[in-house]
């Protein structure tokens, strides 16, 4: 099991464990997804989640009813109706638009309701902004005096707030794209499992570092850490551009 799905696993079963022991002042009065999750054993506490190994965190998760989202889901859990998208974002930081093609990005804009037209113009900001980005990567690595180069595979991605981003001032225009790529849909259209809320931890078993966000300060809060990389990518033979939006 990787690390992540543990956490988020065991964050999962702390939700149920709070609902069933009406902690949090009882605040968490339902949880589930689509079907409530049972109820855990009554002696099971803090203590024994944090000594579980994996498959018994599988096996306890399996008892009350969690199960992976449906494809295309955009929350992890409903509480009290409402749809929760859990992250950890300080350890596992998720990549929000997943090499998407710059026609999927128009189709996005259309879903989420905000205009197109200068997306190419945008994009093509990007590329140029990348290649001077990769021309100086490849030179500090033939320059012994320069300090680390940059990753080949990431030499181009740059962070959208950066003072050089041709995509600084757009954040009235971006931020609602990657509101609805995190939150509502993705090119293909909106999911059927939306998420309300923005669940971030630090520790599954410590519920002072639960931060919940609504959408707008979710991205208020990552806004300066996202990192933009346009790219080409074969498939079938044929090359294609990608675009990715991640946190950084």
Known sequence: MEPFERSRLLLKLMLVLARDR???QGRIQTTGFVREYG???PDLGVATLGRLNNGEIAALADSVGIRPAPAGAKCDIFMNGMG???ESLAAHPP???QDVEPDGLAEACRWAGIPADRL???LEACRRLQEQRVRQAAR???DPGAGPAAETADAGEFRIADPASPLKDDREWLAPLVEYFWFTGSEHG???FPADYLLDYDDPLNMNTWRTFDKRHALEAVWERLAIRVAAAGRDGAVRE???IRIV
């Open 242 to 244: 990608t675009v990715r």
């Open 39 to 41: 109820e855990l054993p």
């Open 120 to 122: 190419e113009e945008r």
């Open 190 to 192: 909106k999911s059927h």
């Open 140 to 142: 500090e690595r033939h």
């Open 95 to 97: 990549v929000i638009v």
């Open 84 to 86: 929760y998208r859990i």
């Open 22 to 24: 009406r902690a949090m």
